[in-house]
């Protein structure tokens, strides 16, 4: 019985590492920013989808690409007029909403579909090409202007945060209140990192959101990602 069980077990981690080992062989789908360029540079027509809103995308985004917003009633009927059988690069603010989308893809069928890990912050911080709309192109703070608004004699909290950034969004509406209730010791400076995309590539600010907090001037406190409100404040206090 026990030869049995053991020969069973065996037949199984055998099939498992086949299965796994097939799996291995299988093209990479999901590519950091320079993978991601060279894939695409490697294929003669590749089609480059940026899933963010017409807003983001007409303040960067890479070249050729086309705009199908992924919160858009259009999104499905766009996807539906493609040929499956072409490659696919699709891409967002954070990798967030291209993934989903790329998922979306591969249930309707389309077998080449590579998604931009860390989105279109992480190739900006690649420093690696795109596209501006002049008339849309984002001005921002300077890191000079950066620096004299963290030298306030108040606490200084800046929150790097996008529109369409779910965490962000989650911390908006108590970061709000943070600024209310201890506003004679605190100030809070919401910086959209879209429209401020030199500054945060030369403060290495390539997912979101960010917290950076100021003390006389001073780098204290930083956080990456979602924060409970508690969290803050007692940094902040």
Excluded at 42 to 59: A, G, L, M, N, Y
Excluded at 82 to 87: F, R, T
Excluded at 118 to 133: E, T
Excluded at 149 to 154: H, I, P, Q, V, W
Aim: with cysteine; proline share 3%; net charge positive.
């Amino acid at each position: 019985m026990k030869k049995i069980v053991l020969i069973t077990v065996m037949s199984i981690s055998l099939f498992v590492a086949n299965a796994t080992k097939g799996e291995n062989k299988g093209e990479k789908r999901l590519l950091s920013a320079v993978e991601f360029s060279k894939k695409i540079n490697s294929i003669s027509k590749p089609v480059i989808i940026d899933v963010r809103t017409p807003e983001e995308f007409s303040k960067g985004h890479l070249a050729h690409a086309v705009n199908f917003d992924w919160n858009s009633k259009n999104f499905e009927t766009q996807i539906a007029k493609l040929d499956k059988s072409k490659d696919y690069f699709l891409y967002c603010l954070s990798g967030s909403r291209s993934a989903d989308a790329s998922e979306d893809l591969r249930k309707e069928g389309f077998k080449k579909v590579f998604d931009l890990d860390g989105g279109i912050l992480k190739w900006r911080a690649a420093n690696l090409p795109q596209v501006i709309d002049i008339k849309a192109a984002p001005k921002g703070l300077t890191k000079k202007q950066y620096d004299e608004l963290a030298s306030s004699n108040k606490i200084v909290l800046f929150d790097f945060y996008a529109d369409w950034c779910g965490p962000c969004k989650l911390m908006s509406p108590y970061l709000d209140e943070i600024a209310t209730d201890m506003k004679d010791k605190v100030k809070i400076i919401r910086i959209n990192a879209d429209d401020n995309q030199k500054l945060c590539n030369e403060l290495n600010i390539n997912a979101l959101p960010v917290l950076k907090l100021y003390k006389n001037n001073i780098l204290t406190w930083s956080n990456l990602g979602y924060i409970p409100k508690e969290a803050v404040v007692k940094q902040l206090n």
